[in-house]
């Protein structure tokens, strides 16, 4: 069973700095593009950024482009979102997904159960 | 970037009947494979969204048969032959075809 972990939200001051985590089980990770999405609260879903699965391409929305960066380490099966110069508007629920280019699932699609980011002073 | 229309964004169906749910691109959302990228996803109260339909009509495995997806061009359809309780949720499309970025519609409130 394809499982999706995220971690590392929290509260943080506007300005400030977070690292998200996804763990990704019963897959193997690196034949897959990923992918962030969040959901700010009571909102609709927004596409954050994504990697190809080598790493070796990225992609970002217009919105978190220069504060966001997107990596992943195949060797621990594990997606990052380092996120800068965070804004209230960031705050969100950020999920991990699989999926990538064109919004292809390389088959089924995943979905984590997110992680709560939450910027206020 | 395309922009993606939904309507309505409330939906109020009673058990039973069908349900459908329009959504509008700003361009055409062919890709020059041929496909057309546009994906549907539910999200159901306090979970994580699930697709349920790709490439316009596929169904994701799983997702009863009672969900069809159609459309062609800009304009696009889910529909819901008869609505159950399990149903309801906030419904969204997705367009891949002019990636980057993927976006979504506004989503639409199913209610019973």
């Known amino acids: 069973e394809v499982q999706l972990l995220e971690s590392g939200g929290g509260l943080v001051q506007p300005g400030g700095s977070l690292r998200l985590s996804c763990v990704a089980s019963?897959?193997?990770?690196?034949?897959?593009?990923m992918t962030w999405v969040r959901q700010a609260p009571g909102k609709g879903l927004e596409w954050v950024s994504g990697i190809s699965g080598s790493g070796g391409s990225t992609y970002y929305a217009d919105s978190v482009k220069g504060r966001f960066t997107i990596s992943r380490d195949n060797s621990r099966n594990t997606l990052y979102l380092q996120m800068n110069s965070l804004r209230a508007d960031d705050t969100a629920l950020y999920y991990c997904?699989?999926?990538?280019?064109?919004?292809?699932?390389?088959?089924?699609?995943?979905w984590g159960q997110g992680t709560l980011v939450t910027v206020s002073s | 970037d395309v922009v993606m229309t939904q309507s309505p964004l409330s939906l109020p169906v009673t058990l039973g009947q069908p349900a459908s749910i329009s959504c509008r691109s700003s361009?055409?959302?062919?890709?020059?494979?041929?496909?057309?990228?546009l994906n549907w996803f539910q999200q159901r109260p306090g979970q994580s969204p699930r697709r349920l339909i790709y490439k316009v009509s596929n169904r994701d495995s799983g997702v009863p048969d009672r969900f069809s997806g159609s459309g062609s061009g800009t304009d696009f359809t889910l529909k819901i032959s008869r609505v159950e309780a399990e149903d309801v949720g906030v419904y969204y499309c997705?367009?891949?075809?002019?990636?980057?970025?993927?976006?979504f519609g506004q989503g639409t409130r199913l209610e019973i």
């Open positions: 997705m367009q891949g075809t002019h990636w980057p970025p993927l976006t």
């Open positions: 997904a699989k999926m990538g280019p064109l919004g292809l699932c390389g088959g089924d699609c995943y």
């Open positions: 361009q055409s959302l062919v890709y020059s494979d041929g496909h057309t990228y």
């Open positions: 019963g897959l193997i990770f690196s034949n897959y593009d």
